[in-house]
């Protein structure tokens, strides 16, 4: 199956700098990209979709000055979280599909982000 | 909207008993597609299967099936036979497909299933 890639898987910052979280497509091209968070012990929510060339799709509630998504290439989408604070941690995870697969394509998951801010 | 719910928030059984998941969904669009994943502790999600809006059969793979009923917009998740391994939390998710929409996942809360040895 295709392989979603994130970077880093953990990361710890202090309050008030920004973190930049990578989502790779390693081996299919992905038009559409997604970024969930989930809070420990919740369910995934999704914030954002990401198409590739175009600005991202924000989801009710998601600012968008602070949760910066930007999806130059075909196999690459980041998050960056922006004067990031001690409610922004959270578990991040992406998807990853290829929409020229239209409908019937499979959403491909990363291995998720462990975002700590002190 | 869509949404879906899972009900049961914890569900604790012996090792080898078999054990059912609950999903149900609600969403205006007739054509979607819905998803069972596994997240162990590790985090990384596992997908377990998609099923189409249009395909009302029921699905077995191994000690996994799945019971899929329009009528009551439910999507169950059967475990036979658990096993230990099986211990995690598991998440049914919706996904409407509008004909050219790239429409993200709506998850449910998730159950988490533990297997006592």
């Known amino acids: 199956g295709a392989v979603v890639s994130q970077h880093p898987s953990r990361v710890i910052c202090k309050s008030g700098t920004s973190v930049k979280i990578e989502c790779r497509s390693l081996?299919?091209?992905?038009?559409?990209m997604f970024w969930y968070r989930q809070f420990p012990k919740k369910s995934l929510m999704l914030m954002a979709t990401?198409?590739?060339?175009?600005?991202?799709?924000?989801e009710q509630g998601v600012e968008k000055d602070k949760f910066l998504i930007n999806h130059a290439s075909l196999t690459l989408s980041t998050l960056t979280v922006t004067s990031a604070h001690p409610e922004d941690s959270s578990f991040y995870i992406c998807?990853?599909?290829?929409?020229?697969?239209?409908?019937?394509?499979?959403?491909?998951f990363g291995p998720g982000t462990r975002l700590t801010v002190l | 909207a869509q949404k879906v719910t899972q009900a049961q928030t914890e569900i604790s059984v012996v090792e080898k008993e078999d054990v059912t998941l609950d999903c149900v969904y609600e969403?205006?669009?007739?054509?979607?597609?819905l998803f069972w994943y596994k997240q162990p502790p590790s985090g990384e999600l596992v997908f377990l299967i998609r099923?189409?809006?249009?395909?009302?059969q029921n699905e077995i793979s191994g000690r996994y099936s799945w019971n899929f009923q329009k009528s009551t917009s439910s999507f169950n998740f059967t475990i036979t036979a658990s096993q230990v391994v099986d211990s995690a939390v598991y998440f049914c998710?919706?996904?409407?497909?509008?004909?050219?929409?790239?429409?993200?996942?709506?998850f449910g809360k998730g159950t988490h299933l533990i297997i006592q040895p």
């Open positions: 998807s990853a599909r290829d929409m020229r697969a239209g409908g019937r394509s499979e959403q491909f």
């Open positions: 990401s198409n590739e060339g175009s600005k991202a799709t924000y």
């Open positions: 081996d299919f091209q992905a038009t559409t």
């Open positions: 099923r189409n809006s249009f395909d009302e």
């Open positions: 969403t205006r669009d007739t054509t979607y597609y």
């Open positions: 998710a919706l996904r409407a497909y509008s004909g050219g929409g790239a429409d993200g996942l709506t």
